[in-house]
């Protein structure tokens, strides 16, 4: 019991801890903006994201020389 | 579809800035929904995340009443399709912690911040420590926008 309690509460100082290192100006910008806006955002990142990768494949298969 | 989002684009709609992959819901699974569910997902060809292919899978009413949660690949994306979440709760005990959301021309529910971080500290997950740092500090940023 005293080994779970510990691991709460070192779980919560973590959490603590992240909590400083976020970045609110990210934040703050995403909450002037409706639900809609949001998942939007979120989409124009995935698309970025994928592109990324597909541009990473593309060139891992040129170092391969396939 | 009797649903709530949860998760991590539960988490961008409340303004996270982190980037998810997939999709996690919380479904009612009462017979009728359950047929609903079945029909609508069959049509973008849902099969197991990581099961080998060619396995006897039917995305049917009776594969969903013999399970309770599932982590799917479809033709829209990865889904996560869940009876329950970790610490025990299902969709209508989240019911009263989701609010309402119009995004793309449709209505649906999704569950609170409170209640997001209260499921993600219940899962216990490590991967999940800096999603809930910055969905405490989300909960702090729209308080003060409020107050």
């Known amino acids: 019991m005293l080994r779970v309690m510990d691991s709460v509460a070192a779980s919560t100082d973590t959490v603590r801890a992240l909590m400083q290192d976020v970045d609110r100006s990210l934040l703050r910008v995403n909450l002037k ?13 995935l698309r970025t994201v994928e592109e990324l990768r597909r541009a990473g494949k ?3 298969q040129k170092s391969d020389g396939r | 579809v009797d649903f709530i989002l949860i998760g991590g684009m539960a988490a961008i709609l409340h303004g996270s ?14 017979r009728e929904n359950i047929q609903r569910l079945a029909d609508c997902l069959a049509h973008y060809k849902p099969y197991f995340r990581e099961a080998p292919p060619g396995l006897p899978f039917t995305w049917d009413t009776k594969t969903i009443r013999s399970g309770l949660n599932f982590t799917l690949t479809t033709e829209l994306g990865d889904i996560d399709l869940l009876g329950e979440v970790a610490g025990g709760e299902r969709y209508s005990d989240l019911l009263s912690h989701s609010l309402e959301v119009e995004a793309f021309g449709v209505h649906f529910k ?12 219940a899962a216990g997950r490590a991967k999940d420590r800096e999603a809930i740092a910055e969905l405490r500090v989300l909960l702090e940023e729209s308080e003060k926008k409020q107050s």
Do not use: G, M, N, W
Not at chain 2, 17 to 30: E, G, I
């Open chain 1, 33 to 45: 903006l409706s639900f809609e806006e949001r998942a939007r955002k979120h989409l124009r990142v």
């Open chain 1, 58 to 60: 593309k060139q891992r």
């Open chain 2, 17 to 30: 800035a982190r980037v998810t992959f997939d999709v996690d819901v919380v479904y009612l699974r009462s």
């Open chain 2, 110 to 121: 999704c569950v609170d911040v409170r209640t997001l971080i209260r499921i993600k500290e």
